[in-house]
């Protein structure tokens, strides 16, 4: 029998509620906890990997997929990704370059799906799953099209694409920040900005990820984690055993991820009547 959680966030062995130890990883990352941060740190200290790929915000909303191979490295790629990075198109060259072969991919839940099936059903020798040791998608309920919401905030609010500091999620409100300060909007007003293939995909968490990471509203400044295999809880209870992450059991919050899952569910369903 399926459960509730594993119909709208797909396979869930263990849920923790977890934090970085790190003082400088929390400083930088003070709305989600920065666990991922830390246990992808832990990750590169201890050698089971050699490279995290994943995507470093360049110019205003703009940004690049990066690989970093040390703390100093991971820290500069933090903060939250509002437009899609071409990603997949240019991992493989990533992975090449830097001439690795046990990465770990932070991604979001579409190229989640992407990747675990690369690495799950090879099809191609020119495939590169067997290079990814882990997949980590963070919580997702959509990506902007970069060039219209940056349009709306310039002919709006008067903000040019290139002054924005940093987009901060919080409830059902965007905090953009800029130079001038910070502009509140609401969720629902900007939905029409985001990707089409956003307003019809029903993954929130990214069911194909070993590791899936987010924020709820009701624990701030700490991340919830969904292992989804036994490799990927052995990373989190290994990195908590050596001291990178404080942990505790996030089973009391699976409801607040559920309840992101559905919204997300709901909106794709909707806008799937109204495009066929």
Known sequence: MINVADSFVGHVLNIYLARATDGEVLNTKVASGGAVTAILNYALDEGLIDGVVTAKRTNGLEGKAVVARSRKELLATVGNKWSIVPF?????????????????????????????????????????????????????????????????????????????????????????????????????????????????????????SDISAGVVETKPGWTILIARNKKADELIKNAKKRGYIEVRDGSPFIGDVITGAREKLARSQKNMMCLF
């Open 88 to 208: 997949a198109s240019r991992i493989k060259t990533k992975i090449e370059e830097n001439n690795l072969n046990q990465v770990a991919v932070v991604c979001l839940p579409c190229q989640a799906q992407f990747f675990g099936q690369m690495r799950d059903f090879p099809m191609l020798e020119t495939d590169f799953g067997e290079r990814i040791e882990y997949i980590i998608s963070l919580f997702c309920m959509g990506t902007f099209a970069f060039e219209t919401f940056i349009n709306y905030l310039h002919m709006n609010h008067g903000i040019k694409g290139r002054d924005v500091r940093d987009i901060v999620l919080r409830g059902d409100v965007i905090e953009v920040h800029h130079p001038g300060g910070v502009l509140r909007l609401s969720i629902r007003e900007i939905y029409r900005y985001l990707q089409v293939g956003c307003l019809v995909c029903t993954d929130y968490t990214g069911g194909w």
